[in-house]
Antibody, heavy 120, light 110 residues
């Protein structure tokens, strides 16, 4: 059973860069055809797709946030990462790391999510 | 800017049937958008329900079904139970190879 676990700072200051890590266990990040993704949810709001990466290194970003996002992967550590720069209060959200099936186009395994608050 | 629209809320009686829809601002939804559906209860991560328009995810009861109705993706709950009270989200896979989520529908069973 694949498990994903996010880690990162709970509180970051405006204008700083958020760095999140997703640790994947129960399966190799390079096996199978999966996209490793980040999705966020503002408090009381809906889901927002952010980005995904394939183990080959191919990346795709939400166009509205692309200039501030960077996703990367460390296959040796079975982890993937998200950086979001120039933070504002509007980036306060729960951030989920998620596995997506490349062919079924479904988000099939989700981390529990980590709340990130942007505040001075 | 692509917008995916869902009904904000629906109420259904226990045992009743409700159909949620997922519309695309730029045109019709078809199976080529690989519509998927997720349910989320407060404080929990979303869980997959349906993928590829109408394929139930593992362990999902058959009272949940997906389809394309009137150029929209649709999720139908037949024989609603109190446990079905949740927020439901659709997601569409765009030709640009990214996903866009709908705003979600809050379903109340009463």
């Amino acid at each position: 059973q694949v498990q994903l676990q996010e880690s990162g700072p709970g509180l970051v200051k405006p204008s700083q860069t958020l760095s999140l890590t997703c640790n994947v266990s129960g399966g190799s990040i390079v096996s199978g055809d999966y996209y490793w993704s980040w999705i966020r949810q503002h408090p009381g709001k809906g889901l927002e797709f952010l980005a995904y990466i394939y183990h080959s290194g191919s990346t795709y970003y939400n166009p509205s946030l692309q200039s501030r996002l960077f996703i990367s992967i460390d296959t040796a550590k079975n982890q993937f990462f998200l950086n979001l720069n120039s933070l504002t209060a509007a980036d306060t959200a729960v951030y989920y790391c998620v596995r997506a099936d490349r062919w079924l186009r479904q988000f099939d395994y989700w981390g529990q999510g980590t709340l990130v608050t942007v505040s001075s | 800017q692509t917008v995916v629209t869902q009904e904000p809320s629906f109420s259904v009686s226990p045992g009743g049937t409700v159909t949620l829809t997922c519309a695309l601002s730029s045109g019709s939804v078809s199976s080529s958008y690989y519509p998927s559906w997720y349910r989320q209860t407060p404080g929990q991560a979303p869980r997959p329900l349906i993928h590829s328009t109408n394929v139930r995810s593992s362990g999902v009861p058959d009272r949940f079904s997906g389809s394309i109705l009137a150029n929209k993706a649709a999720l139908t709950i037949t024989g609603a139970q109190s446990d079905d009270e949740s927020d439901y989200y659709c997601a569409l896979f765009m030709p640009s190879a990214i996903w866009v989520f709908g705003g979600g529908t809050k379903v109340t069973v009463l």
